[in-house]
């Protein structure tokens, strides 16, 4: 999942063999087919998502292009032990269009005074696939400790990034000019991922809206455009993690994420 989306064709043969019938939602998915908790993060607002009690919180940040949705499979398990939730980056699921470059510098930014404004407590462990890695690791290297655990599913690196970024980046702007003109097109679907299993017909009805809305595709692009930015930012703020629990997967099935999250939990609990 370093990329940024599927192919076309991947995405396109998904919609088709799920267009009339769709899997049982696995528990709890039909909730983050649409906006829960709205948080404001300085005149915008971000879509807030939690299950389970507990600390620490495990919050989950999704890859590039993608909403918080992506992780229905695997926050019920992660809600059984502990707090854990999703939010969506600006532009993406049922948070606000963005208004400003998709860097990672800036989700870092709206993470936390998504989790300030939210009044959540620390500390936290993230979970970020491919860019959304990128995104966890920034805001882990901020001051004051929040971050007391990392868990990065084929996490995208600030040194080797997609090689077809471009070609990602032009297909997303030709899908934000047919969202703008009112087209569908195949090739603009929200694409597949292996993360969140079986999709349920609420969340397949609204992974459609957002491929048709403009809004997405702007937040897309934008995310695309500015990688090099957002490499750099994170290189940049680079350090060592020292003696924070850290797993990383390589393959993103939910069994094996589920696995990682409580590995790190269970290093955090001195087991």
Request: glycine letters at 8%; hydrophobic letters at 50%.
């Amino acid at each position: 999942m370093n990329n940024f989306a599927r192919s076309a064709v991947a995405a396109a043969t998904f919609l088709l063999a799920h267009a009339n019938t769709h899997a049982a939602a696995p528990i709890g998915q039909n909730a983050l087919a649409g906006p829960q908790v709205k948080v404001d993060v300085g005149g915008r607002k971000l879509n807030l998502y939690c299950s389970g009690k507990g600390s620490p919180t495990v919050l989950f940040e999704a890859d590039g292009g993608r909403a918080g949705w992506d992780w229905s499979a695997v926050l019920p398990e992660v809600a059984k032990r502990t707090r854990a939730c999703v939010y969506d980056r600006a532009g993406l699921g049922s948070s606000d269009p963005i208004t400003r470059a998709s860097t990672v510098a800036n989700a870092s930014k709206d993470l936390h005074f998504l989790l300030k404004n939210a009044r959540m407590e620390a500390p936290f462990v993230l979970v970020g696939a491919g860019y959304g890695a990128m995104v966890a690791q920034h805001f882990a290297l901020r001051p004051r400790g929040a971050v007391t655990g990392l868990v990065l599913v084929e996490p995208m690196h600030e040194d080797a990034l997609p090689a077809d970024r471009a070609a990602q980046l032009d297909a997303a702007l030709a899908c934000l000019a047919a969202a703008e003109q009112g087209n569908s097109d195949a090739a603009c679907a929200y694409p597949a991922t292996a993360i969140n299993g079986d999709v349920g017909a609420a969340l397949a009805a609204a992974q459609a809206a957002q491929a048709a809305a403009p809004s997405y595709w702007r937040a897309r692009a934008s995310e695309l455009d500015k990688l090099e930015t957002s490499a750099s930012q994170l290189r940049s703020a680079r350090k060592p993690f020292g003696d924070m629990p850290l797993a990383e997967v390589r393959h993103g099935a939910p069994a094996a994420i589920v696995a990682a999250v409580m590995q790190v939990l269970d290093r955090q609990a001195g087991k």
